[in-house]
């Protein structure tokens, strides 16, 4: 393993700044046998998780961008609201990490998954309400459960969370996105009918 100093970050930016040490610890956890597919699947499921909240992002910003209405600038701020939730709990909770040279800072509730499962839960609510069930948006459906399974599966693998902080976020981001999109959806529909 490579030595190198690790640096101790608050909070959740540690997974923007993980050093050189962090980065052999992440590929020693992966790695079993030390075989070159092991290596390439390591450094797949490093970039990967590195890039979730990316994606979640672009995400957010794309629908903002391409339906321009009151739903997606809903599903912006209810995002915003998660992730301050999912802050304040890690704070009254104050659980550690399972391994707190991979990440420092409370690890309950994995804020990863608890976006993950809000934008992934509105994703679902809004391509049912738009498309209704049919074989097209149940595809969609299962797509972006099995990619929001796989982002939140990660943060175990990599020693970022424990599964119970994990599956904690899922529940609160999934709850929360249930609770957000209905109060949201009404708040809407009863604007609409006001303004006739």
Known sequence: MVEAPIRVVDGDKCSDMVDTAVDAFEQEVLIDSGSESNRQTA???????RSSIWC?????????????????????????????????????????RPVSEVCSGPGMPSTHAQSISFAAIFFILSIIGWLGLNGLSVMLIVLVIAIGVYFSWLRVLLCYHTTSQVVAGLVVGSVFSVLWFCTCDEMIYNSVLWMR
Do not use: M, P, W
């Open 43 to 49: 450094c797949v499921h490093i970039v990967l998780n």
């Open 56 to 96: 979640v992002a672009v995400t957010y910003y794309g629908v903002i961008l391409l339906r321009q209405d009151d739903l997606a600038l809903s599903a912006f701020v209810g995002s915003v609201l998660n992730v301050l939730l999912s802050f304040t709990l890690k704070q009254l909770l104050n659980q550690e």
